[in-house]
């Protein structure tokens, strides 16, 4: 498995594509950070190595350039002294240094460009890990949001609905009937009279006509 693998299946734009449809996007974001940073390490890992291995040929690569340098500095001077066994065998040892000095470079120059390239691809999972970071605060605020507004709204389509308006006329009709009820079991009660009550009435209405008959028979004796 690549250690680049979120690098180059997780760009951020697919990322926010699986997201939106995710059912606890928080969550899903979450979870790719986890599987970034762990590939992020592993990168680092493998850069480090890539590092090691282009410092390697470099070494040995300036190894051989000085080599190369030095049997050919030996040459002139072993020309100059008139011995040339000693300097055929440094401009052999030069040759042979050369050789390595080719190989090494050309070493060391391709682990540099792969070096190079890990390390800008180094850069831009830091770079993605750190936007996919900022971006799961702004998605929990919003999701924490939309979530509590979907609540608020399931709340309110109950007080709106059919049957609860249904269920508030059945209670206004049922007061209605509770207090006729009332009225009218008052009215009954208005109505009846106890024996006492209409003993005392009639006694009121005696002396209404004691009075009405004293006052009549008054003015029968002025005329």
Excluded at 25 to 39: F, G, H, N, W
Excluded at 80 to 108: I, M, P, T, V
Excluded at 124 to 137: A, H, P, V
Excluded at 186 to 198: A, P, R, Y
């Amino acid at each position: 498995m690549s250690i680049f693998k979120r690098l180059r299946d997780l760009t951020m734009s697919n990322i926010n594509a699986i997201i939106d449809k995710a059912e606890d996007p928080v969550k899903m974001t979450d979870q790719y950070i986890r599987d970034m940073q762990e590939d992020l390490e592993d990168a680092e890992k493998a850069v480090a190595a890539q590092i090691a291995i282009e410092k390697k040929f470099k070494a040995l690569y300036e190894e051989q350039e000085e080599l190369v340098s030095r049997r050919n500095e030996q040459a002139h001077t072993a020309a100059k002294a008139g011995n040339a066994d000693l300097a055929r065998r440094a401009l052999e040892e030069r040759k042979a240094a050369e050789e390595k000095l080719a190989q090494y470079k050309a070493s060391f120059e391709q682990n540099k460009a792969a070096a190079d390239n890990l390390r800008a691809k180094l850069t831009e999972m830091r770079k993605q890990l750190t936007e996919l970071k900022n971006k799961r605060e702004t998605l929990a605020a919003r999701y924490n949001a939309a979530k509590a507004q979907n609540e608020i709204n399931k709340a309110m389509s109950g007080l709106g609905s059919d049957s609860a308006a249904a269920g508030l006329k059945r209670m206004e009709e049922k007061m209605l009937q509770m207090e006729a009820q009332a009225e009218a079991s008052g009215e009954l009660n208005t109505g009846t009279k106890s024996l006492d009550e209409e003993f005392a009435e009639l006694g009121k209405d005696k002396e209404v006509d004691d009075e009405l008959a004293a006052l009549l028979k008054q003015y029968e004796k002025q005329n």
